[in-house]
């Protein structure tokens, strides 16, 4: 019986999606300065990788943390079906009036679900651009 | 909203783990095949985690091209295929993976402007890595 220890743990899935970066206020040259070539209106794509970790207690008659079943069903609901295969600037409301980096997808992605667990906490939202570059978000500090 | 980012670089580099104030016998038992008299080499793999606000207009925490950039120039420029041993900050200090992350970080923390460098984690290789936050605990 481990009721009372904190558990943290981590799930990983996958989107694809397309981007650009843009300033509305600013001049398309200082867009391209500042931006380079993310700047492309066009757009370009990303394989992301997300973990999501959630930490709690477990649960002394399930053994679950969280039942990963309805994790699943959460992060399938609100960040796969709205993500996945889209052009965030144009499909995805929260990036309508701010650019969709990475920063802003792990912070969106954390509003999307804070909240929504059952019997366990958010801890943290890491997003990977690419295996080498990755954005952890741990909620307003 | 304080956000983390985490950029990977890659260099090579050679070393041999050996304290010259130790014997010969003491650097053989303490260091094992690491003080082969020749050194061996690492590619080594940097993660070097900055943090900050996001920028409300730009998306960004900073700015990857001013990141990359001082990385590319004080870090992997200096220590991309070197001998350590031969490095003047390796002249007292024995090159270990932890020496060499926590110079690391020393560097990026003193140099770089445009956001908290919040820690550094050095993968000697993939079975092996070394995080220094300058001495406060990292967060994970």
Redesign the interface.
């Known amino acids: 019986m481990r009721n009372g220890n904190l558990v943290y743990l981590t799930r990983k899935c996958e989107f694809s999606a397309s981007h650009y970066y843009h300033v509305p206020e600013w001049s398309a040259e200082e867009n391209q300065k500042v931006f380079g070539k993310c700047a492309n209106q066009n757009g370009h794509g990303h394989n992301y990788t997300l973990e999501v970790t959630v930490k709690g207690s477990i649960d002394p008659e399930s053994g679950f943390v969280v039942d990963l079943k309805d994790l699943k069903e959460i992060l399938n609901r609100e960040v796969l079906d709205v993500m996945d295969h889209r052009f965030l600037n144009k499909e995805v409301s929260e990036f309508a009036g701010q650019n969709p980096t990475t920063e802003n997808i792990a912070i969106a992605i954390w509003q999307r679900l804070a909240g929504k667990l059952d019997g366990a906490r958010l801890h943290r939202v890491r997003l990977y651009e690419t295996p080498d570059l990755f954005v952890d978000f741990y909620g307003e500090e | 909203?304080?956000?983390?980012?985490?950029?990977?670089?890659w260099f090579a580099a050679s070393h041999r783990l050996h304290n010259d104030r130790l014997s010969d016998e003491i650097n053989r038992e303490t260091y094992g095949k690491c003080n082969n008299p020749h050194g061996h080499g690492h590619n080594y793999a940097l993660e070097v985690?900055v943090s900050g606000p996001?920028d409300?207009?730009?998306?960004?925490?900073c700015?990857?091209?001013d990141l990359d950039s001082f990385v590319q120039r004080e870090v992997i420029e200096r220590f991309d295929h070197v001998n350590l041993n031969c490095m003047g900050e390796f002249s007292n200090v024995v090159p270990t993976s932890e020496n060499l992350a926590a110079h690391i970080y020393d560097l990026l923390r003193s140099g770089f402007r445009h956001a908290h460098v919040e820690k550094v984690r050095l993968e000697e290789t993939s079975m092996n890595s070394f995080e220094y936050a300058g001495g406060a605990e990292a967060?994970h």
């Not at chain 2, 909203?1 to 670089?9: E, V």
């Not at chain 2, 409300?56 to 925490?61: A, E, F, L, S, V």
């Open positions: 909203m304080k956000a983390y980012l985490t950029r990977r670089y985690t996001v409300r207009r730009t998306g960004m925490i700015n990857l091209v967060r």
